[in-house]
């Protein structure tokens, strides 16, 4: 996956295995978590509900979550659903609409 990266000159790879990391940085291509990728996905609104997909993640795949992983998804739900918040408070319900009409 380094050499391909390398050839493509791609700025990044993804990769979340440590000693494969380090390989990357030292062969001069930068590394990326997994959820990283998710995160920012979430961020640009290229998916949905990621505290879902991260669940999945953990209980349906062989991906290792340790400590420091169980802290960064809990981080990665929260942003989600302050996201998720944040959106439903921007869309007015048919409920406001009757209200705005009404005061019309």
């Known amino acids: 996956m380094i050499s391909l990266a390398r050839e493509e000159g791609a700025d990044f790879v993804v990769m979340d295995d440590m000693r494969a990391r380090r390989e990357a940085k030292k062969r001069g291509c930068e590394p990326l978590w997994m959820l990283q990728v998710l995160d920012e996905a ?10 879902q997909k991260l ?13 420091k992983v169980r802290a960064v998804i809990e981080n990665m739900k929260q942003r989600d659903l302050q996201r998720t918040q944040a959106r ?16 019309e």
């Open 42 to 51: 979430a961020e640009r609104g290229l998916i949905d509900d990621v505290s």
């Open 55 to 67: 669940e999945h993640l953990k209980r349906e795949t062989n991906f290792y979550v340790g400590d």
């Open 88 to 103: 439903e408070s921007a869309v007015p319900t048919s409920e406001d609409d009757q209200k705005k009409k009404a005061s």
